[in-house]
């Protein structure tokens, strides 16, 4: 079971768009729709974002949205904001009926 | 609205055993809608799956860490437990505590709690 790969770090400036990768294989991101986006600012819990590869849970904004192609899912941020800067990680329900994440990546607002 | 709370020692000794409870309210444990998982998170680094069980006590495991991981569901306390035995350095991470929606999400999160391993 390997960690899905994510950039290190990705950065934009206030009101730009920004996307993060999340590389998978066939068994887990391309076989599944259960990808999901979580930020986790520093020292905080982690926060789910984007589940089932493109849906917002209530009362995260629509800024933030998910796609999936192949063995790559993605997360898009729309419209920078500051309170934006944070972790990001990814995950993945696999084959093994485990769950696998992404090494995380630093988004940083210019 | 779920809550988990963690709980247990924040300091273990080297080949001792390394035990958390997480304590659910706002919900319950036997809910058929949610399992209940283990997520760790060692110092500046990323997120790392334990495992997962069921109210029913069905549980899947990390193979890398399967030999060591013990997880269980006392539905009278509404709340679930991990073990991990023969700790090294290597575990010293902050765990959480989450609620995995039927297989889709880690949609509710504990705090966390520092668990340092050493002498």
């Known amino acids: 079971q390997s960690a899905l790969t994510q950039p290190a770090s990705v950065s934009g400036s206030p009101g730009q768009s920004i996307t993060i990768s999340c590389t998978g294989s066939?068994?887990?991101?391309?076989?599944?729709?259960?990808v999901s986006w979580y930020q986790q600012h520093p020292g905080k819990a982690p926060k789910l974002m984007i589940y089932?590869?493109?849906s917002r849970p209530s009362g995260v904004s629509n800024r933030f949205s998910g796609s999936k192609s192949g063995n790559t899912a993605s997360l898009t941020i729309s419209g920078l904001q500051a309170e934006d800067e944070a972790d990001y990680y990814c995950?993945?329900?696999?084959?093994?009926?485990?769950?696998?994440f992404g090494g995380g990546t630093k988004l940083t607002v210019l | 609205q779920v809550q988990l709370q963690e709980s247990g020692p924040g300091l273990v000794k080297p080949s001792d055993t390394l035990s958390l409870t997480c304590i659910v309210s706002?919900?319950?444990?036997?809910?058929?809608?949610?399992?209940w998982s283990w997520i760790r998170q060692p110092p500046e680094k990323g997120l790392e799956w334990i495992g997962n069980?069921?109210?029913?006590?069905?549980?899947n495991y990390n193979p890398s860490l399967k030999s060591r991981v013990t997880m269980s569901v006392d539905t009278s306390k509404n709340q679930f437990s991990l073990k991990l035995t023969s700790v090294t350095a290597a575990d010293t991470a902050v765990y959480y505590c989450?609620?995995?929606?039927?297989?889709?999400?880690?949609?509710?999160w504990g705090q966390g709690a520092l668990v340092t391993v050493s002498s």
């Open positions: 066939s068994s887990d991101v391309s076989a599944y729709k259960y």
């Open positions: 995950g993945s329900y696999t084959s093994s009926s485990l769950w696998v």
């Open positions: 989450a609620g995995l929606l039927l297989g889709q999400c880690f949609d509710y």
């Open positions: 706002g919900g319950s444990v036997t809910s058929g809608t949610y399992s």
């Open positions: 069980i069921y109210s029913r006590g069905s549980t």
């Open positions: 089932d590869v493109s």
